[in-house]
């Protein structure tokens, strides 16, 4: 069992930065890789990112490539979402989530969520 928590979400400007935080509790957090998901208002949850379990590797949706870092700290039982240059179609809730596969990219593969946090990028 894997509890997730996120927090560090809020307001901010267009072409601002923030960094979403997503703490879980568990000694089995290193062998899962995480991911990032969003739904924005009136639409479907979307990818965002994902990190391989020992961090060696990540994915990226078109969409925010070149713009959203993800990582983890192990010790920690952290992973981290750096979104910088932010634009407001950007603003959603962002989940993150846990999953036993290698770099998942769809929401089926994932076990365990967040409750989320509010994102909103104002212009």
């Known amino acids: 069992q894997v509890q997730l928590v996120e927090s560090g979400g809020g307001l901010v400007q267009a072409g601002g930065s923030k960094t979403l935080s997503c703490a879980a509790s568990g000694r089995t957090f290193s062998s899962y890789a995480m991911g990032w998901f969003r739904r924005a208002p009136g639409k479907e949850r979307e990818f965002v990112a994902t990190?391989?379990?020992?961090?060696?590797?990540?994915y990226y949706s078109d969409s925010v490539k070149g713009r959203f870092t993800i990582g983890r700290d192990n010790d920690k039982n952290t992973v981290y979402l750096q979104m910088n240059s932010l634009k407001p179609e950007d603003t959603a809730v962002y989940y993150c989530a846990a999953s036993p596969g290698s770099l998942p990219r769809t929401s089926y593969e994932y076990n365990y969520w967040g409750q989320g946090t509010q994102v909103t990028v104002s212009s």
């Open positions: 990190i391989r379990y020992n961090g060696g590797s990540t």
